[in-house]
């Protein structure tokens, strides 16, 4: 009985690639096809990115932060601003211009990143309206809802995405490049 249990150890160990022969002068050493630790290939990427809010060829706002693949970031910048109305030009109309961006890294390889982006913002327009009487009224705020489902970033580049092409021009210029976490 004791022989058939020698056997049985024996040959699992053979299937495992653990056996070792006796006397072998490389006993110490792990067997040629033993797995080697590495790092595991499924842990997720991290993306370093700025985006940056140019209105007619002026940076006016940055969002920027580290953000794994499959992850999103979201903020919210607010801009608090009052216009001169009427015609004695007093200070009033005050309006929240608030600008909301998500961004989520969908892929990252040596090449370039390629990003997720979701914009809400309230912007004015560029000319203020007057009255019959010539008297200022604050310019109309109006609603800008935009979504880029893949845009791609190379590696030490900057990618522009133009989300209104006139009065005014309003482009998202992103930078990114993977980084360690």
């Known amino acids: 009985m004791i ?37 595991p290939d499924d842990a997720p990427t991290a993306v370093a990115w700025q985006l940056d809010v140019v209105r007619d060829g002026k940076t006016i706002d940055t969002f920027e932060a580290t953000t794994m693949v499959g992850q999103a970031f979201s903020a919210t910048h607010h801009h608090q601003t009052t216009h001169r109305v009427g015609c004695k030009d007093n200070p009033a109309g005050g309006i929240d211009l608030a600008r909301t961006v998500s961004v989520s890294p969908v892929a990252a390889d040596v090449g370039g990143v390629t990003l997720a982006i979701d914009a809400d913002e309230t ?59």
Request: charged share 10%.
């Open 3 to 39: 022989g058939a249990f020698a056997v049985l150890a024996l040959a699992s160990a053979l299937a495992a690639n653990n056996a070792v022969a006796a006397g072998d002068a490389s006993a110490s050493a792990p067997a040629p096809n033993a797995p080697q630790a590495s790092p």
């Open 123 to 181: 912007i004015e327009d560029d000319a203020a309206p007057t009255t019959p009487e010539g008297c200022s009224l604050p310019p109309q705020p109006r609603r800008l809802n935009a979504s880029h489902p893949g845009l791609f970033v190379p590696i030490g580049e900057a990618a522009d995405w133009t989300l209104i092409d006139k009065n005014p021009t309003l482009v998202y210029r992103v930078h990114a490049s993977v980084t360690a976490h």
